[in-house]
């Protein structure tokens, strides 16, 4: 009986720790994203900074050069594509009355459904005298859209200098997590943990944003060729969309099939494009990165769905975007700990071993 209260207990305490943690998690955004962010920017480039130091030039030289590499290219895709993404943020009201015309044929059916319920609504508050309704001015479009920019932008420049700093320090990290075990065992397996988790998140990272700028190269090539404007957008729309798994793709082409709309007479015409962007996208998915990305760093498509849309639900577009490299790394510790491995085991694809 002593033992079923103690085990109870303990499953209680466990339960409420998990729901104290995600609290934190929630109420911590500002604070936790710039560090996640931080360590996988350092997880990406450390084997390009270990290279460097292999041919003698020093940690602190090689991430100064590497951290101002991954800024110039982030400072570049603003430059490129945030005078247009502003203009358009500008325009959302004007562009979504034009589509709603474009659209009008479709929709009209839609419409109708909601006239008469607003009909029903009309007719049941004038029947019943309630509490007056009172309606709270929400910020502009513009306004809402300057606060993420802002948040964005100081998120990344944190995030990048904790990566120079990380990057800059070579194996001391290393070497104190090594001292933090008593026995050698501990201390072996805690080592080979942590290079483990380097070694396979750095390369899941690398592999994925090379096959995003190659997708976004093939995207702007294609959108260019069907005609649309702004083609170096929606390739540079598709390298940062495909970093969100399942959900990038589907985001991607309704973006792209609103803006065809738009742009094109014909709606069949502007449904080529969308269309083309999906075709593009499920091959890379299907084919491209199972390939280069290697079985032994493949998820179980169900897991990602659920981390992707919890942290979705914590953090916004920016926790969906961090999900899938922290479930690599959870997978990466749990395939280490033995009493861990039942559930790294789930966490892979079908026919991955652990």
Known sequence: MLNEDIRALRISAAILATLATFVVVYFARDLLLPVLLGFLFALTLSPLNRGAQRVGIPAALSATFLITLVATAISAVILFAGETVSSWTRDAPQIMRELRVKLSGVTETIERVKDASAEVESLASDTDAGPQEVIVSQPGLMDSAFSVAAGTATSIVV???????LLSSGDLFYRKIVRAFGTMSEKKRALNTVYDIERRVSRYLLAITVINAALGVCVSIAMWLIGLEYA?????????????????????SVLIGAYAILSFDSL???????????????????????????????????????????????????????????????KVICDNVESMKTIGSFLGAADSEP
């Open 159 to 165: 995030a990048l200098i904790l990566a120079l700093f």
């Open 232 to 252: 170096y957008i929606w390739g540079i729309a598709a390298f940062l969309l495909n970093f969100l798994p399942i959900l990038g793709g589907i985001i991607g």
């Open 268 to 330: 069949s015409y502007a449904l080529l494009a969308p269309l083309v962007y999906q075709l593009l996208s499920s091959f890379e998915a299907q084919f491209v990165t199972p390939y280069l990305v290697g079985k032994r760093l493949e998820l179980n498509t169900v897991a990602v769905f659920l981390t992707v849309v919890l942290w979705g639900w914590l953090w916004g577009i920016a926790g969906a975007l961090v999900a899938v490299p922290f479930l690599l790394v959870f």
